[in-house]
């Protein structure tokens, strides 16, 4: 990945067009080159994988669920599927710049500091309870970050993951093997499915 993107950002240099990383390229000095090739890397990389999982735990999420399904509004289902079953366990990895004490821990400079999303997706004293709820109105699920790094790519998966939920649910779809024969990619930092077979229409 690393090689073909270097590659790409050189001929992007010599030959720009009307995209995101000519547009970058064109930024010259702003940025060095291997800021440029981890650009490239993250919006392509997180463009899609966490992507992927959204949709395959969602509709998993949405089959365990069938009697919340009728009636359910798609835009307020989609953010608690995003927050129930978040395709990123932690966010990016962090280095305080100096000792800092949270929850009465104190972290020393330059630790590596992960923050977990999946267990403050389930803060029952945010969430009450923690169940899912297509109906859940009040949702501040942290699965895009938070502040300044809030992901870059939060509107267009909400709008990806609700075409594709929308287009399944009208289409009808249901799971082809039983619930507990699904299996989860053994992954520290994603949750995703293996395969999820399904029976369509
Ligand atoms: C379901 C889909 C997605 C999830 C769950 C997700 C989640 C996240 C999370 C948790 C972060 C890190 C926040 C932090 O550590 O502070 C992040 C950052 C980022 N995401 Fe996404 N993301 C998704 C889709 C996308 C898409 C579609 C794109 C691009 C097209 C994208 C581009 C980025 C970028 C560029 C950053 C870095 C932002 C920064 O550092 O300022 N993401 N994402």
């Given at each position: 990945m690393h090689r073909f993107l270097v590659e790409l950002v050189a001929a992007k240099r010599a030959e720009p067009g009307d995209d995101l990383l000519s547009g970058l390229v064109a930024l010259e000095d702003a940025l060095s080159s291997d800021e440029l090739v981890s650009m490239a890397f993250l919006a392509l990389w997180a463009g899609y994988e966490n992507l992927v999982n959204l949709i395959g735990n969602g509709v998993r999420a949405l089959l365990s669920v069938p009697d919340q399904v009728a009636g359910m509004d798609l835009a307020v289902a989609v953010e608690e599927l995003t927050r129930f079953d978040q395709p990123l366990q932690w966010a990016i990895r962090r280095f305080p710049v100096r000792d800092?004490?949270?929850?009465?821990?104190?972290?020393?400079?330059?630790?590596?500091?992960?923050?977990?999303?999946?267990?403050?997706?389930?803060?029952?004293?945010?969430?009450?309870?923690?169940?899912?709820?297509?109906?859940?109105?009040?949702?501040?699920?942290?699965?895009?970050?938070?502040?300044?790094?809030?992901?870059?790519?939060?509107?267009?998966?909400?709008?990806?993951?609700?075409?594709?939920?929308?287009?399944?649910?009208?289409?009808?779809?249901?799971?082809?093997?039983?619930?507990?024969?699904?299996?989860?990619?053994?992954?520290?930092?994603?949750?995703?499915?293996?395969?999820?077979?399904?029976?369509?229409?």
């Open positions: 800092v004490v949270i929850g009465g821990v104190e972290i020393p400079a330059g630790d590596t500091v992960l923050l977990g999303i999946a267990a403050a997706n389930h803060d029952s004293s945010v969430f009450g309870d923690t169940g899912l709820d297509l109906r859940r109105r009040v949702n501040p699920h942290v699965s895009y970050g938070y502040g300044i790094h809030r992901s870059f790519g939060s509107r267009l998966s909400q709008v990806e993951a609700g075409v594709a939920f929308g287009g399944l649910l009208d289409r009808g779809v249901r799971l082809a093997v039983e619930m507990g024969a699904l299996r989860w990619v053994p992954s520290f930092r994603n949750r995703g499915l293996v395969e999820l077979p399904v029976i369509l229409g």
